[in-house]
């Protein structure tokens, strides 16, 4: 390997005697222990019910019989390891354990519910596509601001389509409609008595948008103490292989699993958004009617202080989430008791203040039309649109940036992935505001339709409905690029069905439908790789539709049905049908998306399906959004960390750790923590693995060429395992300057083409899963163990690659 790779670890030479350890991490999906372990007799030895590592039973106590695991061995290989034979290394077998993480993901079906916060997770998600120019750039400083800001306008319009569902919908619109109010007993205290005056309607109805923002706050504090609050092991300060540039990859830095400080203070922040933006929505309507010509004094100079006062408030939060980043050098321990604290508590007392001034009695005050203020969704279109503009020039200045190599021609939409997917974000935010919005007007005002002449209520505000007009264009160009991809798949298919038998040798008879299984299986995998195209096509068409439906709300002031009513020919009518049709489609995606969740939490298989999107947004550490559903590997790359660390510690064995799929990801990030002396002990073997083909491409900045080639040169020895059947895994394409690629592959997929004597029944396509059916995983195990002997033994070696079989 590289001549300034850390040396064997300093002590006495082990002796073959000792334990090594096989660490198996799964993927997504749900494993079991008992699968893992391929034994119904399983016992957890350290962990608990969320995330443990577990053994087969009779294994429980394996380093106390080594005998068993070393094949009976005795023979003291120290002074020449060459000495033992082949046949005997390869007999020896590590001990087997799981780390099974699975409930940090899955588990109670109610956690479908954050499903309801995807806009939350894409946001952040955005945070970590910037393209991977030094860290010390203005422009990376410039661009993790941009994110927040985002991710701040979600919280915003999140509490602001509360407001309108409550406040202007429900007690300003239906409680002062009688028509609408009629049947309606819920209605009761907000359509008579006491609290029938507008502002006290107000008042009672701000407990909905502020409780919603309190249960975010509990929870975004909840699940870090559940998930995110594991601190790392010490470390012993060592040297990390640069970057070029001279930087560290950010995985390998002692702190980058453990950002409770930024995490506490953009909590306070966004806290303080929604508290300040169900106040703002109180003002309005209150300052609107006492700003009248004739109004009294007192309670309009009272206006006055609580606007200056919410402005403030406003200002404060904006600085707060914007002014540090994250600090990844060291664990910070520290919390910023100004902004975690205070701010919090003074916006809910400036909300308190706004609640009793808008409570004031006001006689003649009456409520019609739409709630003063509603226009606030236009400008946070407009504000979305110019932050994610910004990050998207930002993104380009960084991408030129980058130092050489760093992309390799491999960055999905050449460095603008972070800008699309914060698009689509505000996007995705939209969509589920305004289609809860319209279906609450639809249900309060069931004999009519809202904004339409006619209606029992003014129905939400008009940008909404021309947002849901452009939902079917849109799934439009998703459905053409569907099928699109399925014609593509097919030509695929075709031109490789014929050279298929070629790939297996020996065989001479081609069976057709054989040969069409084996080639559909690999053209469809080939698909994972058009998702920049897909992305681009949807981040395009959102861009143009969001426009136009701005554009036709501020020109019109019409739903897009009555806007059209002039129109000549059918275009009416198809106004009318795009608008019905897209609210449906709105108010249908929050149940589909509830509905989703719920399946994928109980069927292992639907887990497996759309698991993988889930686990990527949720790797990530909630460096954007604080109310983003929790980060899971702040808690498994930690607890991974400290059990190799630990084990080896304490036995002085070798230890291969084994990730699949996305459980490669997290053994990857686990062996970045190590310090030197503990990664000369540990192999990194990964298989189905989506480093390079999923992370690599979206998140240059952590996982591109640079980070993953400092990885390779850092650990003793690291082989992948990928498949061409496979849609989610592939190679790193790293090459070593001294030995061979980390790859190995492609295997193949099935092993055995046709039916032989050996194999009368045909093998299955394997695709994603069971790599350790093949023959190459318990090879390249053997020689990652073979390598950690030699290396401890004295004796440099090359990690060879193991053979492959032939025929």
Request: contains cysteine.
């Amino acid at each position: 390997m590289s001549e300034n790779r850390p040396g064997p670890p300093a002590g006495p030479r082990r002796d073959p005697g000792e334990p090594a350890l096989e660490l198996l991490v799964h993927g997504v999906g749900g494993t079991t222990p008992q699968e893992m372990l391929g034994d119904p007799r399983t016992v957890r030895i350290t962990g608990d019910d969320t995330a443990g590592i577990h053994r087969r039973t009779d294994d429980a106590d394996a380093e106390d019989r080594l005998g068993r695991y070393s094949g009976g061995l005795t023979a003291d290989l120290s002074a020449d390891p060459g000495a033992e034979p082949a046949a005997d290394r390869a007999r020896r077998r590590p001990i087997p354990e799981a780390y099974c993480w699975s409930n940090l993901t899955s588990g109670n079906s109610a956690r479908a519910l954050w499903l309801l916060l995807l806009p939350f997770m894409v946001a952040n998600l955005a945070h970590w596509m910037r393209p991977a120019a030094p860290a010390r750039h203005l422009g990376q400083r410039i661009y993790d601001v941009l994110v927040r800001l985002v991710a701040l306008s979600l919280t915003v319009l999140l509490t602001a389509a509360a407001c309108e569902v409550a406040l202007d919908l429900a007690a300003w619109q239906c409680a002062g409609s009688e028509r609408c109010a009629r049947g309606k007993s819920w209605l009761g205290p907000l359509a008579g008595g006491w609290w029938s005056a507008p502002g006290r309607r107000l008042v009672l109805a701000a407990l909905v948008p502020t409780a919603l923002t309190g249960l975010l706050w509990w929870l975004s504090h909840r699940t870090w103490s559940a998930y995110e609050s594991a601190s790392p092991p010490p470390r012993p300060p060592g040297p990390a292989r640069p970057l070029p540039g001279g930087e560290r990859p950010a995985l390998s830095l002692p702190g980058f699993w453990y950002g409770r400080r930024l995490v506490s203070r953009l909590r306070a922040a966004h806290t303080a958004a929604g508290l300040l933006t169900v106040a703002t929505a109180l003002l309005a309507a209150t300052v609107a009617h006492d700003r009248r010509p004739g109004g009294a004094a007192v309670p309009e100079a009272l206006g006055w202080a609580l606007s200056a006062a919410v402005a403030a408030g406003w200002a404060a939060t904006v600085l707060v989430a914007v002014r540090k980043g994250r600090t990844e050098s060291e664990p910070d321990e520290r919390i910023d008791r100004w902004a975690s604290k205070i701010l919090p508590g003074a916006a809910l007392g400036v909300l308190a203040l706004t609640a009793v001034y808008a409570a004031w009695e006001r006689p003649g005050w009456s409520s019609s039309a739409q709630l003063p203020g509603t226009g606030v969704f236009a400008w946070l279109a407009l504000l979305q649109g110019a932050l994610t503009a910004a990050i998207a020039a930002t993104a380009y200045v960084l991408h030129r940036a980058a130092p050489p190599g760093s992309c390799a021609g491999r960055c999905a939409m050449g460095g603008m992935g972070g800008a699309a997917v914060a698009l689509l974000a505000c996007a995705l935010g939209g969509v589920l505001t305004g289609g809860v919005a319209q279906r609450v007007a639809d249900w309060l005002d069931k004999d009519g339709t809202p904004g339409v002449a006619g209606g029992a209520i003014a129905g939400p505000p008009v940008l909404l409905s021309w947002q849901a007009a452009v939902i079917p264009v849109l799934l439009l160009v998703v459905v053409a690029f569907a099928l699109g991809a399925a014609v593509r798949a097919e030509r695929t298919r075709r031109r490789l069905t014929p050279r298929v038998v070629d790939s297996y040798e020996g065989e001479r008879r081609e069976l057709e439908s054989r040969s069409r299984q084996i080639a559909r299986a690999v053209a469809w995998a080939r698909l994972t790789d058009s998702a920049p195209v897909l992305i681009a096509s949807v981040t395009v068409t959102t861009v143009l539709l969001g426009a136009g439906a701005l554009a036709g709300a501020a020109r019109t002031g019409l739903p897009p049905g009555p806007a059209a009513a002039s129109w000549p020919g059918p275009l009416p009518a198809l106004a009318e049908t795009v608008q019905a049709l897209g609210s449906w489609l709105m108010g249908a995606m929050v149940v589909v998306l509830v509905a989703m969740g719920r399946r994928a939490y109980r069927d292992a298989a639907a887990r497996r399906t759309i698991g993988i999107l889930w686990d990527v947004g949720t790797f990530w550490p909630r460096a954007a959004h604080p109310f983003a559903p929790p980060c899971y590997a702040e808690r498994a790359v930690p607890d991974l960390t400290w059990r190799m660390c630990t084990w080896t510690a304490r036995t002085g064995g070798r230890l291969v750790i084994s990730g699949h799929s996305q459980g490669s990801v997290l053994a990857a990030a686990a062996v970045w923590q190590l310090d030197p002396d503990t990664r000369g002990r540990v192999a990194l073997l990964t298989y189905g693995s989506p480093l390079e083909r999923l992370y690599g491409r979206w998140f240059p900045a952590c996982f591109g060429p640079g980070p993953l080639r400092a990885l390779s040169e850092e650990v003793d020895c690291w082989r992948n395992l990928w498949r061409l059947t496979d849609p989610i895994g592939g190679p790193v394409m790293v090459a070593q300057d001294d030995g061979p690629d980390v790859d190995r592959g492609p295997l193949k997929d099935p092993l055995h083409y046709g039916r032989t004597p050996e194999h009368p029944l045909p093998a299955p396509v394997l695709g994603h899963g069971d790599y350790q059916a093949d023959p190459a995983f318990d090879a390249e195990r053997a020689q990652l163990l073979d390598r950690l002997d030699r290396l401890a033994a004295g004796r440099e070696a090359p990690c060879v690659p193991a053979q492959p079989e032939r025929g």
